[in-house]
């Protein structure tokens, strides 16, 4: 099974709009963390948002923040007032609890988001 | 250094021959992590050091792959005798590593051609 899931290849969304991504996972560790990257068309990986499995509130960083649904397995990334510099691909991160024992740090396949003016 | 380096960034190569990546760690981070992503697509897991042991080789796609690392510092990414399928940005990253909120730092990428 598939530990992250992405099913948004490609989003569009209106400058100044709202835009949810979404993101389920799927795992057996009650320790996890969840993570969103930004990779714009020059290629760097950029760290946007972190969401631990036990955090009570949802995180948020700036116009960034984490949707977190923990029954659901959701850890779906909404950005607030869209602007042009937010077209990229995203991609939703897992790493499990567990070390030591290997790679427990997954990604998913990414979603593109368009910013239209 | 600040962030995670790698080098060179660009690389073009004729098949056949071999190539060396190298990856040069936030100080301090005692995971490091290899990863490839073809035009295109999304990331596909590499190698995992913990320190200078890999407990995780499970990605490397054919024995023509191999990396190393010393100590808690620069790792190599070495890929003999390269194929055109070996076209890709190679991406590296580094960590604190010790828990679920160890957040994965990347380096800039090395584009490797192989014509």
């Known amino acids: 099974a598939q530990k992250i899931t992405q099913t948004q290849p490609g989003m569009f969304v209106q400058e100044k709009e709202a835009v949810t991504l979404d993101c389920t996972y799927d795992t057996s560790d009650p320790s996890y963390g969840l993570f969103w990257y930004k990779q714009p068309s020059s290629g760097e990986m950029i760290f946007l948002i972190y969401?631990?499995?036990?955090?009570?509130q949802n995180a948020t960083e700036g116009r960034y923040s984490l949707n977190f649904q923990k029954a659901r397995k959701s850890a779906n990334l909404v950005i607030s007032a869209s602007q042009l510099g937010d077209s990229a691909m995203y991609f939703c991160a897992m790493r499990e609890g567990r070390t030591n024992t290997g790679n427990q740090f997954y990604f998913g396949t990414g979603t593109s988001l368009t910013v239209i003016p | 250094g600040a962030g995670v380096s790698q080098s060179p960034s660009n690389k073009v190569t004729e098949k056949g021959k071999d190539v060396e990546l190298r990856c040069d760690p936030i100080s301090g981070h005692t995971a490091l992590y290899w990863y490839r992503q073809r035009l295109g697509q999304g990331l596909e897991f590499l190698i995992y050091?913990?320190?200078?042991?890999?407990?995780?080789k499970s990605g490397l796609p054919s024995d023509r792959f191999s990396a190393e690392r010393t100590g808690e510092s620069v790792s190599t990414l070495t890929i003999q005798r390269t194929q055109q399928e070996d076209s890709a940005v190679y991406l590296c990253a580094s960590s604190r590593a010790g828990g679920p909120g160890d957040t994965q730092y990347f380096g800039p990428g090395t584009r490797l051609t192989v014509l």
């Open positions: 969401q631990g499995s036990y955090d009570q």
């Open positions: 050091f913990q320190g200078n042991s890999a407990p995780d």
